[in-house]
């Protein structure tokens, strides 16, 4: 099973920047879709980008389309999620997960990392 590490979370002001990182165990890394999700306090854990195996499809959930970016080197085993025009409302703990599929990231099939916290104030 695919283990994986979130770092580069932080506070940050609103209309700020932060790029996150996702670092996987296995040399597999390039046979899984891998998607970032969030949880913030009181509310269930969500998808918000998907990037299938080689990078050629990426999806956004509506509420961060146009502000995140995700990518991938399957190279250096390690994930992005470049975080722009940062909300309030962005503040959560950001995980990373993986599935076989793209279609799949809805129920990831890796381990749960610590997760990141982001927090986005003034």
């Known amino acids: 099973q695919v283990q994986l590490v979130e770092s580069g979370g932080g506070l940050v002001q609103p209309g700020g920047s932060l790029r996150l990182s996702c670092a996987a165990s296995e040399t597999i890394f390039s046979g899984y879709a891998l998607g970032w999700y969030r949880q913030a306090p009181g509310k269930q854990r969500e998808l918000v980008a998907g990037?299938?195996?080689?990078?050629?499809?990426?999806n956004y959930s509506d509420a961060v389309k146009g502000r995140f970016s995700i990518s991938r080197d399957n190279a250096k085993l390690t994930a992005y999620l470049q975080m722009n025009s940062l909300k309030p409302e962005d503040t959560a703990v950001y995980y990373c997960n993986v599935a076989l599929r793209s279609a799949s990231l809805a129920t990831p099939t890796g381990s749960w990392g610590q997760g990141t916290q982001v927090t986005v104030a003034s």
């Open positions: 990037i299938s195996n080689y990078g050629r499809t990426r």
